[in-house]
């Protein structure tokens, strides 16, 4: 093992050690956001792989977020299923819509990838809407405290949500530090340096892409899934505009291309949102206003400022 | 009703529609075209024409007329300003990077939405029609004695609708001659062709992309002064006017100001003709994809010749 690797793995197993510990000194309302944070981030981390790794900026991960939280939610809801292959039917559910959209939208490149990933996470939102008899649209669902019992452990206990949520992000990060170090990874950070390089190397850029593009949806719906399953409630919203947004921002701001940087951006920007929503109600302004700032004075976000000032070798 | 009147009547109310789409959409295919911005705020450009329009004519009060007049002018030209500074204050910086632009358009929606929800609040508030008339139409057919002319129960327009459509259509006139026929225009057309040929030749490009970037909101501001009186301005106005043009521009050809004329006639009396035969949800959902999948096959718009 390298020092580099060395002080790597002691970095990010020092963050999970923190969030780990963290939860026997919390109060509680804190407790709380810190487990919506985690599996939040973990959606962030999904959406960073494509955006910040692969360089594909996509307006439409709401739709795998959703997939998973509505495939999980209507398991239990009409299937009857219990949350463990509830959870993995959400998973598989964004695995296949992530791929299908792939397949679609990866025929395409730049603004009109962006465009393509709106529109049909836009049409999933009305499909949702239309379906309003069994998803009961805007006004969502609620999944009953005996439905969330997995393997005997009730996933509406804080202690216990806390403990699911903290899992799945250790999941995530560790999943992606590990892919981004691979040379998977590699190849795709090439893709977005430089897409013609790559292919006349020799490398598979499509294959690449695509692969990014079903590891990202779902890891998304993985969060969606999770999301749904501990906090015991599935709505339309999840899958608007809006929510395709906040992966970006939380991206955008923590730091683009960086494993802890969705950590980070979703960190502050919850924190940020949760104190200005005492002040007005209008509290989707400070989501535009830190989007515009970010892009005219820190596009490389709060981690990418540290990569580029303190340590260039930040995974 | 019959299905014949029927139909006449959802073209006539799809022909208000297409007029104000279609100023909307060329509004945003002038940006995309000269430009290169994807304005994902031009919706909320077209929310804040028909909120300042309410502003506007409540504000001086009098006969309905002298108010909507007013709004008329100033609406547009308030939108067109503050699309102008944003565009020298944040588009100007990121270079007009088509990505990072997408993005600080998103929060410029959220920044525009957000504060006239804090100022003008969540109601949803109407602007007096300056006239509004109704007209009866006519309808030929087979009664008991024969062929006959008479007027079904329900088929009937407004002057207020006639005179949108023919505002509409005069606008575009101009802005067609703008392009055509003025140094403006000519200055934008070369801006369009080669930003850098454009700036080697003493064209003070930012300027142009300024006045474009104004000129373009102050379109949609128009369209919305137009449609208010008929539907009511509300802060959350603005997804629906975006996503149409959108899928104007789009099916249009990106950029090509004929072709969006084109496709908002096309996709406004379609929307008109289809929403009486499906659900609204519904066909929102077959349109969205549609913009989808002509992305996907056919990038370059259904009408459109250049690569975008």
């Known amino acids: 093992m390298t ?30 956001n810190l487990a919506r944070i985690m599996v939040l981030a973990s959606y962030a981390i999904g959406y960073n792989i494509l955006f910040g790794y692969t360089g594909l900026l996509s307006l439409g991960h709401a739709l795998f977020f959703a997939a998973g939280m509505y495939a999980m939610g209507l398991g239990i809801q009409y299937g009857g299923l219990s949350p463990a292959p509830a959870f993995l039917a959400g998973v598989v559910a964004g695995a296949l819509i992530s791929g299908a959209l792939a397949l679609l939208a990866l025929r395409t490149t730049g603004v009109a990838f962006m465009i393509v990933t709106l529109m049909f996470a836009q049409a999933g939102y009305l499909t949702i809407l239309y379906f309003g008899e069994y998803t009961r649209g805007d006004e969502g669902f609620v999944i009953q405290t005996a439905q969330r019992m997995l393997w005997g452990i009730n996933l509406s206990d804080p202690v216990n949500r806390y403990f699911a949520a903290f899992g799945l ?50 890891i998304s719906a993985a969060a969606g899934a999770a999301y749904g399953l501990l906090f015991g409630y599935a709505g339309a919203s999840f899958a608007s505009v809006q929510y395709s947004i906040f992966p970006l921002l ?44 970010l892009t005219l004075f820190a596009p490389q976000g709060l981690a990418g400022e540290v990569r580029r000032r303190v340590w260039r070798g930040l995974p | 009703m019959e299905l014949g009147p029927y139909i006449l009547l959802a073209s006539l109310e799809g022909a208000v529609t297409a007029a104000v789409l279609a100023l909307t959409a060329v509004g945003l295919s002038l940006v995309f075209g000269v430009m290169r911005v994807v304005n ?24 309905p007329a002298m108010g ?18 944003a565009d020298m204050t944040i588009l100007k910086r990121l270079e007009y990077d088509p990505e990072r632009t997408i993005v600080a358009t998103i929060g410029l929606l959220y920044i525009l939405q957000q504060l006239t929800l804090m100022t003008y609040g969540p109601d949803a508030r ?43 259509a005069a606008v575009l006139g101009g802005v067609w001659a703008m392009m055509a026929r003025t140094r403006i225009g000519l200055l934008m057309r070369a801006t369009q062709a080669d930003r850098d040929m454009a700036l080697a030749f003493g064209i003070p490009v930012e300027k142009v992309y300024a006045l474009v970037f104004g000129i373009g909101a102050g379109l949609a501001a128009l369209a919305a002064v137009l449609i208010v009186p008929i539907q009511q301005a509300h802060y959350l106005m603005g997804a629906d006017p975006l996503l149409l043009s959108f899928i104007v ?13 084109v496709a908002a006639i096309l996709i406004g009396l379609s929307d008109g003709i289809i929403s009486v035969f499906f659900s609204p949800t519904l066909a929102k959902i077959l349109a969205t994809l549609l913009v989808g999948l002509v992305l996907v096959f056919r990038p370059n718009g259904l009408f459109g010749t250049r690569a975008p």
Do not use: C
């Open chain 2, 40 to 63: 994902i705020a031009h919706g909320e450009f077209f929310m804040l024409g028909a909120v300042i329009a309410w502003w506007v004519a409540n504000s001086i009060g009098g006969p």
């Open chain 2, 126 to 168: 109407p602007v007096e029609a300056p006239f509004n008339q109704r007209l009866a139409l006519p309808w030929i057919g087979r009664t008991e004695t024969g062929w006959e002319m008479y007027y079904p129960w329900g088929l009937s327009t407004t002057t207020y609708k006639l005179a949108v459509i023919g505002a509409a």
């Open chain 2, 68 to 85: 909507f007049a007013a709004a008329l002018v100033i609406a547009p030209l308030v939108v067109g300003t503050i699309a102008a500074a």
């Open chain 2, 249 to 261: 521009v789009i099916i249009g050809g990106l950029g090509s100001l004929p072709g969006t004329v």
């Open chain 1, 169 to 218: 992000f250790a999941i995530s990060l560790s999943l992606s530090l590990w892919m981004v170090r691979a040379p998977f990874g590699r190849v795709l950070v090439a893709i977005r340096e430089n897409e013609d390089r790559v292919q006349m190397l020799g490398y598979d850029t499509y294959v690449h892409k695509l692969g990014a593009m079903v590891v990202s949806g779902t």
């Open chain 1, 3 to 32: 020092r580099q690797t060395a002080r790597i793995l002691a970095l990010h197993g020092g963050l999970l050690a923190v969030l780990f510990a963290a939860q026997f000194v919390l109060p509680a309302y804190h407790h709380g």
């Open chain 1, 250 to 293: 939380w991206v955008l701001l923590g730091g683009a291309g960086t494993v802890l940087g969705p950590f980070i951006g979703t960190l502050f920007m919850f924190y940020l949102i949760d104190l200005s929503s005492g002040v007005t109600t209008a509290y989707m302004l400070i989501a535009g206003v830190v989007l515009v700032a």
